[in-house]
């Protein structure tokens, strides 16, 4: 039996993938997996029993990755599942930034009770006009799975599309519709476009990217989107940009208290991934990635281990798998543990990623404590574990 725990509330449809071998459990300690959205895990202490997290999502920023890695807990992540969930409140954003549909909207509750409501519509509506979008050049930082979305999606609107991505994958390439323009460098981006989207993970490398310097490039009148996350902006730079007029518009998904009320900026609170669809995509990855790696040991979309995979585990014979350090001369005293015990390999693979690795071996015998313990005192074995 498995007990799998939710930091956050977790769509049902992703719940359901779980057979009656898992059992959702309150104490987070007894858990052999947790699935997650935003919650915030850097400050947790993490159970012995605890072999997997998987985040319902693309941002894992909110899990100490190294930490678990060194436990020995996988970390997967849903790469894609709310891509269109965050394209399309992108969109929507650009839109809100263009025309005041939202001064608009505010004007009409305040006037309700007017009987004369029609007419002085037609008056005050002039208060609340925009601009188009079509025309326009966007800027697009990040061409991962949204994107590519918004960039394509923005071309069949009519904008003139700048792409900028350094580390762009073949898939990502793939997708992406030839009318947009490759831009080489970010500064590129800054000082042409209209518009600009980020769509960049939070890293060391990527935070504070927007900063003074960067918005001093762009042109006066700019439209900013984050819909990645708050601190890829330097936020203090911004609300003087907003003041001064240099940046119209700042829409962020990403509501702090330094922005929400500042004039100017569209502060949504955190829906981009908000959708039915885009919950039901990522409930069901995040459920099924947990299930084949709690039962077969594969690996598929960690961002902490190696992506690796065996096949179904045999229902005869046992599946050893080892988190093990990356570094040399593992698999030799694994395999020589075995031959002592003169236990037959039928099936075995090794996958690392910088630091760690990961091992998968099929045997066709019983695989004693005794071995399993010997197996994890090797110096750089993070976890062992014996699938039966
Ligand atoms: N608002 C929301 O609800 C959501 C926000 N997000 C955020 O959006 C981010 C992106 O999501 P996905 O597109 O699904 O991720 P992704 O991993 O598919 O794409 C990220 C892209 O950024 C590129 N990149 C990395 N460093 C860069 C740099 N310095 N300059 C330019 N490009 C760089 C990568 O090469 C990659 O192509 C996530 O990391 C997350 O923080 C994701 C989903 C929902
Ligand atoms: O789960 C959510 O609503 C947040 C989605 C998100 O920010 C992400 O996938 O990175």
Redesign the pocket.
Same mark, same amino acid.
């Given at each position: 039996m498995y007990n799998y725990h939710c930091l =956050?509330p977790i769509a049902q449809i992703g719940l359901d993938i779980f057979n009656e071998a898992y059992q959702k459990t309150d104490a987070v300690d007894n858990a052999d997996a947790i699935l997650v959205?935003?919650a915030a895990m850097h400050d947790m202490e993490f159970s012995t029993s605890l072999k997997a997290i998987a985040?319902?999502?693309?941002?894992v920023n909110n899990i100490p990755l190294d930490k678990c890695a060194e436990k020995g807990i996988v970390v997967f992540n849903t790469p894609g599942a =709310?891509a269109n969930g965050v394209k399309e409140l992108v969109i929507a954003g650009m839109l809100l930034a263009s025309r005041d549909v939202i001064g608009g909207i505010d004007w009409v509750k305040e006037h309700e009770a007017d009987a004369d409501l029609a007419k002085a519509a037609e008056k005050a509506k002039k208060a609340f006009a925009g601009t188009e979008i079509q025309g326009k050049k966007l800027g697009v930082i990040g061409l991962g799975a949204i994107g590519v979305l918004v960039a394509n999606a923005a071309v069949h609107l009519g904008m003139d599309v700048y792409g900028y991505d350094p580390y762009v994958s073949v898939d990502s390439a793939w997708k992406l519709s030839r009318n947009i323009h490759h831009a080489k460098t970010v500064d590129e981006i800054y000082k042409e476009c209209d518009y600009i989207t980020i769509h960049v993970p939070a890293l060391d490398s990527t935070k504070g990217m927007i900063n003074r310097d960067a918005i001093q490039l762009m042109k006066e009148n700019v439209v900013v989107l984050n819909f990645a996350r708050d601190v890829l902006v330097d936020t203090g730079a911004m609300v003087e940009a907003l003041e001064e007029g240099k940046v119209r518009r700042y829409v962020t998904d990403f509501p702090i208290p330094e922005i929400a009320g500042v004039k100017g900026a569209i502060v949504i609170p955190?829906l981009?991934?908000?959708t039915e669809e885009s919950e039901d995509n990522?409930a069901v990855m995040a459920a099924k990635e947990l299930r084949d790696y709690l039962e077969n040991g594969n690996i598929t979309h960690s961002v902490n281990y190696p992506d690796c995979n065996m096949g179904t585990k045999e229902e005869s014979g046992h599946r050893i798998t080892i988190l093990h350090k990356n570094i040399p001369n593992m698999l030799g005293q694994f395999t020589a543990l075995l031959a002592q015990e003169n236990m037959n390999i039928s099936q075995m693979t090794n996958k690392s990623r910088k630091e760690y690795a990961y091992v998968m071996i099929d045997v066709e015998a019983e695989v004693t404590q005794e071995l399993e313990e010997k197996l994890n005192v090797i110096e750089g074995v993070l976890k062992v574990r014996v699938i039966k």
């Open positions: =956050n959205r935003s985040r319902a999502g693309a941002g =709310n955190h981009g991934a908000s990522c």
